[in-house]
């Protein structure tokens, strides 16, 4: 007797489940914002449970959070009594005198006592992984942010004295900005007051032309501003996480404006803001579209002379990469390697390492699997989260309760003016630079071959910023170690990422450390280097500039022309071209 047949269902095929569990992350993203919850599980789980091995970690944390019952109690005594009372040494939200009166300064007391007690209770908890630390640091951060009472009307003295003098206006005109800001996000339109900076007009206005266009990159290059230039000609490569005319804002923020003025020859890149069509673009095509063919082009428009490089952010780390395979080729075209707030090794990262864990780029990657680009505005959100107070509570506030919306800059506008990244480039970028830290450890590859720090030897300058949350300066230092250059300058200046780049050179705010060595073995320790180098008042753009004249040949030349028809490089277009305009 035959036996009836039984259908059997077969385990599905491996690259099917990996496109399932893609699927699947995607999804989840679209419900935590792109984050992933199973890294910030892990890290309260890993904090849980190495608190209940810790008995004398739980008795300090229990009388902390008993001492601080008894403050809140015996402030609150006191400033029920009338007596003006400061509620919080150290938090400039509550230094104003109606912030010393009662509710208020209670309110303020027990928020700021809260806080302490919690950045005690997740920190030095033994055997915690760091990561974990950093991450339970980030959520506490950003909860804590969201609860303070400078945040809502009813808990702070100062709006509502603003809204009884104003008899509620205030108030009117908040909703009104609140109903303008979300009916332009869902137009896709830019942020209020940006579109008063037109890109050609106030912004990226520096006269030149474009002189080379390929599928990633236009090159710009700009008229001369003197009779005569110095022979060297800049190579700016700016990253293409913004738009590059954060180095060409308004007149008085030009960095590439400024540097026309005291005789370079300037050749900028512009981006192309990639499309779901770029998807494919890697670090490879980065480095040959973006740097090897516009050195290329350079070194034809400008013929027999070598090149001062520069690299800002992202585009540094490229540009160190495309250098280091220069000098292991015996290519030497460059002149000097100038890198602006750029890494190259990331062991490091700062505030952003609480994005970059295994889980958060597969999470990362399924999202930008689907749409092929990572958004300008999830990017936004990521940088905003690190620093809520600044970037989100306190525009908030000012916007939708004071009612008062905030004249942007020319940095706001440019801010506003995002972004794309393509999907396998980005992988790339942060997998093996930010997670496997792979070009510090020698393990970087380009088109298969390892790319070697220590082959840079020609003279450097280095520039950090003191508050950047994107490449910490005691990260960016590091590039000392990494490199061989026996003429190497480290700048630090005041100011964050971008706005310390941005430094006029009569910029009134602004200080700065620098130190020279001319061997490529001595250094010091970030700390040590910091001790002992003094601050000194002023730009770094001056101090930079001295720098290019002194690694320039002595005599003056006259300008070249713009682009080179005889060499395949004529003038195609005005400044700024057509890539940075794309949306």
């Given at each position: 007797?035959t036996?009836?047949?039984?259908?059997?269902?077969?385990?599905?095929?491996?690259?099917?489940?990996?496109?399932?569990?893609?699927?699947?992350?995607a999804?989840?993203?679209?419900?935590?914002?792109?984050?992933?919850?199973?890294?910030y599980?892990n890290?309260w789980?890993d904090?849980?449970?190495?608190?209940a091995?810790?008995?004398?970690?739980?008795?300090?944390?229990?009388?902390?959070?008993?001492?601080?019952?008894?403050?809140?109690?015996?402030f609150?005594?006191?400033?029920?009594?009338?007596?003006?009372?400061?509620?919080?040494?150290g938090?400039?939200?509550?230094?104003?005198?109606a912030?010393?009166?009662?509710?208020?300064?209670?309110?303020?007391?027990s928020?700021?006592n809260?806080?302490?007690?919690w950045?005690?209770?997740?920190?030095?908890?033994?055997?915690?992984?760091?990561?974990?630390?950093?991450?339970?640091?980030?959520?506490?951060?950003?909860?804590?942010?969201?609860?303070?009472?400078?945040?809502?009307?009813?808990?702070?003295?100062?709006?509502?004295?603003?809204?009884?003098?104003?008899?509620?206006?205030?108030?009117?005109?908040?909703?009104?900005?609140?109903?303008?800001?979300?009916?332009?996000?869902?137009?896709?339109?830019?942020a209020t007051?940006?579109?008063?900076?037109?890109?050609?007009r106030?912004v990226?206005?520096?006269a030149g032309?474009?002189?080379?266009?390929n599928?990633?990159?236009?090159?710009?290059?700009?008229?001369?501003?003197?009779?005569?230039v110095?022979?060297?000609p800049?190579?700016?490569?700016?990253?293409?996480?913004?738009?590059?005319?954060?180095?060409?804002?308004?007149?008085s923020?030009?960095?590439?404006?400024?540097?026309?003025?005291?005789?370079?020859?300037?050749?900028?890149?512009?981006?192309?803001?990639?499309?779901?069509?770029?998807?494919?673009?890697?670090?490879?095509?980065?480095?040959?579209?973006?740097?090897?063919?516009?050195?290329?082009?350079?070194?034809?428009?400008?013929?027999?002379?070598?090149?001062?490089?520069?690299?800002?952010?992202?585009?540094?780390?490229?540009?160190s990469?495309?250098?280091?395979?220069?000098?292991?080729?015996g290519d030497?075209?460059?002149?000097s390697?100038?890198?602006?707030?750029?890494?190259?090794?990331?062991?490091?990262?700062?505030?952003?390492?609480?994005?970059?864990?295994?889980?958060?780029?597969?999470m990362?990657?399924?999202?930008m699997?689907?749409?092929?680009?990572?958004?300008?505005?999830?990017?936004?959100?990521?940088?905003?989260?690190?620093?809520?107070r600044?970037?989100?509570?306190?525009?908030?506030?000012?916007?939708?309760?004071r009612?008062?919306?905030?004249?942007?800059?020319?940095?706001m506008?440019?801010?506003?003016d995002?972004?794309?990244?393509?999907?396998?480039?980005?992988?790339?970028?942060?997998?093996?630079?930010?997670?496997?830290?792979?070009?510090?450890?020698g393990?970087?590859?380009?088109?298969?071959?390892?790319?070697?720090?220590?082959?840079?030897?020609?003279?450097?300058?280095?520039?950090?910023?003191?508050?950047?949350?994107?490449?910490?300066?005691?990260?960016?230092y590091?590039?000392?170690?990494?490199?061989?250059?026996?003429?190497?300058t480290?700048?630090?200046?005041?100011?964050?990422?971008?706005?310390?780049?941005?430094?006029?050179p009569?910029h009134?705010?602004?200080?700065?450390?620098?130190?020279?060595?001319l061997?490529?073995?001595?250094?010091?320790?970030?700390?040590?280097?910091?001790?002992?180098?003094?601050?000194?008042?002023g730009?770094?753009?001056?101090?930079?500039q001295h720098?290019?004249?002194q690694?320039?040949?002595p005599?003056?030349?006259?300008?070249?022309?713009?682009?080179?028809?005889a060499?395949g490089?004529?003038p195609?277009?005005?400044?700024?071209?057509?890539?940075?305009?794309?949306?």
């Amino acid at each position: 007797m035959t036996k009836p047949s039984v259908d059997v269902a077969m385990p599905p095929e491996p690259q099917d489940a990996a496109e399932l569990a893609r699927a699947l992350r995607a999804q989840l993203a679209s419900v935590t914002g792109g984050l992933a919850p199973d890294v910030y599980v892990n890290a309260w789980w890993d904090w849980y449970l190495n608190l209940a091995k810790e008995p004398p970690k739980q008795l300090q944390i229990m009388q902390d959070a008993i001492d601080k019952t008894v403050d809140n109690w015996s402030f609150g005594l006191r400033a029920a009594a009338g007596q003006p009372l400061s509620p919080a040494e150290g938090d400039d939200r509550y230094h104003g005198d109606a912030w010393a009166q009662w509710p208020f300064n209670v309110y303020a007391r027990s928020y700021r006592n809260y806080v302490d007690w919690w950045q005690k209770a997740w920190s030095n908890v033994p055997g915690v992984v760091p990561e974990n630390e950093r991450t339970l640091g980030f959520m506490a951060r950003t909860a804590m942010e969201a609860i303070s009472p400078a945040n809502y009307l009813a808990t702070n003295p100062e709006l509502l004295e603003t809204t009884r003098a104003e008899s509620g206006k205030n108030l009117v005109r908040g909703f009104s900005n609140w109903l303008e800001d979300i009916n332009r996000s869902l137009g896709g339109k830019r942020a209020t007051g940006t579109e008063k900076f037109v890109v050609g007009r106030d912004v990226a206005a520096t006269a030149g032309k474009v002189v080379m266009r390929n599928e990633l990159v236009e090159l710009i290059q700009y008229a001369p501003a003197t009779e005569t230039v110095f022979a060297e000609p800049i190579l700016i490569i700016p990253a293409w996480i913004m738009k590059y005319y954060i180095l060409d804002l308004s007149a008085s923020n030009s960095l590439v404006k400024y540097l026309v003025a005291q005789g370079h020859t300037v050749f900028i890149v512009s981006w192309k803001n990639p499309n779901a069509s770029d998807r494919g673009f890697g670090m490879d095509d980065y480095l040959r579209l973006g740097i090897q063919a516009t050195v290329d082009a350079v070194s034809r428009i400008v013929p027999d002379q070598k090149i001062q490089s520069v690299g800002y952010c992202i585009g540094g780390t490229l540009l160190s990469i495309a250098a280091a395979r220069f000098a292991a080729d015996g290519d030497q075209r460059l002149a000097s390697v100038t890198l602006l707030a750029a890494q190259q090794d990331f062991s490091e990262p700062g505030e952003l390492s609480v994005f970059i864990s295994p889980s958060q780029l597969d999470m990362l990657e399924a999202v930008m699997d689907r749409t092929g680009v990572l958004k300008s505005e999830q990017m936004g959100a990521a940088f905003a989260l690190l620093r809520s107070r600044d970037l989100l509570w306190t525009p908030a506030v000012n916007t939708y309760l004071r009612g008062k919306r905030e004249s942007p800059n020319d940095l706001m506008a440019w801010n506003a003016d995002g972004t794309r990244m393509p999907c396998r480039m980005h992988a790339e970028y942060l997998r093996q630079l930010y997670l496997n830290n792979a070009l510090a450890r020698g393990e970087f590859q380009v088109q298969g071959s390892p790319v070697d720090l220590a082959a840079i030897k020609v003279p450097m300058f280095v520039v950090g910023t003191e508050t950047d949350h994107v490449a910490p300066w005691q990260s960016v230092y590091k590039t000392r170690g990494l490199t061989r250059s026996t003429d190497y300058t480290f700048v630090l200046t005041s100011g964050g990422h971008n706005a310390g780049i941005v430094s006029g050179p009569a910029h009134p705010r602004r200080r700065h450390r620098v130190r020279t060595w001319l061997n490529a073995s001595e250094t010091l320790t970030p700390q040590v280097w910091f001790e002992t180098t003094k601050p000194k008042a002023g730009s770094w753009w001056p101090i930079w500039q001295h720098w290019l004249a002194q690694h320039s040949a002595p005599a003056r030349l006259a300008p070249p022309p713009l682009g080179s028809a005889a060499t395949g490089y004529p003038p195609i277009a005005d400044a700024p071209g057509e890539y940075v305009l794309q949306k």
